[in-house]
């Protein structure tokens, strides 16, 4: 499969990221990339960000077990969350709790995401695969202009391998017909790199993406929280 | 002599019996984990009075569960003897960073563990209730 790789300027205003369409009624985040650049290093090696791992935890979409392994694997985590709210999850007893005393760990660390400014990076609260339904009042053009295309599918078109400007994850996304209804899949490391080097996409998720387009079907598609 | 619960962690699980073998010989009461993240769960929900543990192991290193375990509340008093072959550079600064740690160089013999363990718990006693 050939892929067609196409960076853009990351900085300027938000109009060189601005997403066009090539059909009026559909929003993409596609050919809307006026220079072209190969990936600098550092976006390979981006600086980790937790939030994602974090809200996937706090949402219940990532197991108490999961969870405390990859806490104990990122100490500097402390200085993103506080003092008191890490000492909490490094305290907690992972192994021997029942599900009210995680849901309520989950619940605290859920208000501690909200109460600092962790709304500025919306897509660090979507589920690894779901559908983003915009409000009647929403720009679709603001929603694409939160990422950078990186890469386009060159059968499916519509499907783009994003990053998000705030937060560096990388999703795949594929916009509806009316372009307020956004299918999207969070990429682990591992895929994100294989698209970068192999051009190897993820065909399962590529061809879900492909042949469900519209909310309710997509919907019935998602897999529930692990 | 202070008898002890002790937690014995090392990612060679003979060693770590052996070790384990060794302080129960003594009549201290001994926990075995096999890597740095068993050690911080088994010191939150053991709380021993004594923790021994290598440093080069799988998932988190014996210096990396020592920061976790000296900022859980419930943990940061237990004394904690390092089992070192050969240590980094990086080891001694951590070391002399946190007090109620010291280390041995492997190999050692029992005795010279046993010994330190006693001194450990002299200094230190179990941990309160």
Known sequence: MRVIVRFQILFGDDQDGALQSSRPEIFSIRSCCKKYYHIPAEWRANAVDFKPELWRFANGESTAEHFEQWLYAHPELEAQLGKDVYVALISFHFDSADRAEVDALRSRLRSHLEAHGERSCGCAKWKDRDMIRLAETQSSKAFAQQFTLLVEHDENPLIQFVQCRSCNQRWLMRAGESGLQWSVARLSRSQDLAIIQDHSWPDRLIDEMAHFSDYEAWRNRLKPPI | ?129
Do not use: C
Request: without cysteine; negative net charge; charged residues 20%.
């Open chain 2, 1 to 129: 002599m202070v008898m002890a619960n002790i937690l014995v962690v090392d990612d060679d699980k003979h060693f770590a019996e052996l070790v384990a073998a060794g302080l129960e010989a003594q009549g201290h009461s001994v926990v075995v984990g096999f890597d740095g993240q068993m050690a911080i769960r088994l010191a939150k929900s053991v709380r021993p009075d004594l923790i021994v543990i290598d440093v080069n192991m799988p998932l988190t290193t014996g210096t990396g569960a020592l920061e976790f375990i000296r900022k859980i509340p419930a943990t940061r008093q237990i004394p904690v003897i390092f089992l070192t072959g050969a240590p980094t550079p990086s080891f001694y600064p951590t070391v002399e960073a946190h007090s109620r740690v010291a280390y041995l160089k492997k190999p050692f013999d029992l005795e010279s563990l046993n010994s330190m363990v006693r001194q450990f718990l002299e200094q230190y006693g179990p941990a309160e209730p």
